[in-house]
């Protein structure tokens, strides 16, 4: 693109900052970590869960210059924002550390417990 960015992209940009509150560096420590091995789906035929696959999408989203953004990449932005949207409307009842469910926002860059 290595434009400005649209009115509606600006929009998903804004957005996509407010709820991906994990730095790349914490997205690529995450990755490592045998919990967010653990949970996601996988699609036939590849080797880690569509969670784990964005996230390496957002690190690499996180650390392009925003001028430089490419339309997949924004596409990608929306996606990532409605996934958060979604689970953490489904957030489970109690204390989420250590569930599932708080691995699995993780995976798409979001740290419930920030």
Not at 6 to 11: A, G, L, M, P
Not at 34 to 57: H, L
Not at 60 to 77: A, G, P, W, Y
Not at 95 to 114: A, F, I, Q, R
Request: net charge negative.
């Amino acid at each position: 693109m290595a434009t400005s960015l649209s009115e509606k992209q600006e929009e998903i940009y804004e957005e996509f900052y407010d709820l991906v509150n994990m730095q790349p560096k914490e997205i690529e420590d995450w990755l490592e970590t045998d919990e967010s091995k653990s949970v996601g789906q996988t699609k036939e035929g590849d080797d880690e869960s569509v969670g784990r696959q964005s996230a390496r999408k957002i690190i690499e989203i996180k650390r392009t210059n925003k001028s430089d953004l490419s339309d997949e990449q924004v596409d990608h932005m929306q996606k990532v924002c409605g996934y958060i949207k979604r689970h953490v409307a489904q957030e489970p009842d109690g204390d989420v550390s250590g569930t599932d469910w708080s691995y699995s926002l993780k995976n798409w860059g979001h740290d419930p417990s920030k």
